[in-house]
């Protein structure tokens, strides 16, 4: 990659880090740039409201990965999870990874396709197929070469359990 594909890759991803820092406000001004932007039935883009916050990937290793979560509606027809996915190991090789798993409505389970990112930081979307109940964020360390992942830690979120937080 040359010197200027360099430089625009790291604009991108300064620009990515900085709206992140700012919350979906800043998301709501430049849709194209956000991963929160998801077409419903009508059409409309998915926001997220609600912040879960961050989740880390387990202890016992000498680096983590760190995800900062955000979260639609649970009444939302497509439910999305998304932010920013920080890899913060310092090993060659070993990056941030993130998975979720929605437990559906109507029954049954189902895992959108994983995240990772060997950067210091990087934008994810992880969306379901329905309206879902639950969804349990996974956030772990991905050896790079052989795929295996470790160290990781588990966030179960019920729609009660964000159902009175502010917007």
């Not at 820092?21 to 709501?28: L, S």
């Not at 930081?121 to 879902?132: C, H, M, N, V």
Request: charged residues 15%; hydrophobic residues 40%.
């Amino acid at each position: 990659m040359g010197a200027m594909g360099k430089r625009s890759a790291t604009a991108v991803l300064l620009a990515i880090t900085l709206a992140g820092a700012a919350g979906p406000a800043a998301y709501a001004a430049t849709p194209s740039a956000t991963p929160f932007a998801a077409s419903s039935a009508t059409g409309a883009a998915a926001k997220p409201a609600h912040h879960w916050g961050p989740v880390r990937s387990a202890t016992g290793h000498a680096g983590h990965a760190r995800a900062d979560v955000w979260l639609t509606d649970f009444s939302a027809e497509t439910f999305v999870v998304s932010g920013t996915l920080h890899d913060r190991d310092a090993h060659p090789g070993h990056c941030a990874y993130i998975r979720a798993r929605f437990h559906y409505t109507g029954g049954g389970t189902g895992w959108a396709r994983p995240r990772s990112t060997c950067a210091a930081s990087g934008a994810f979307r992880l969306s379901s197929d329905g309206k879902i109940r639950r969804v349990d964020v996974r956030v772990c360390l991905v050896n790079r070469t052989t795929r295996e992942v470790a160290s990781c830690h588990t966030d179960p979120v019920k729609a009660e359990t964000v159902a009175n937080w502010p917007r």
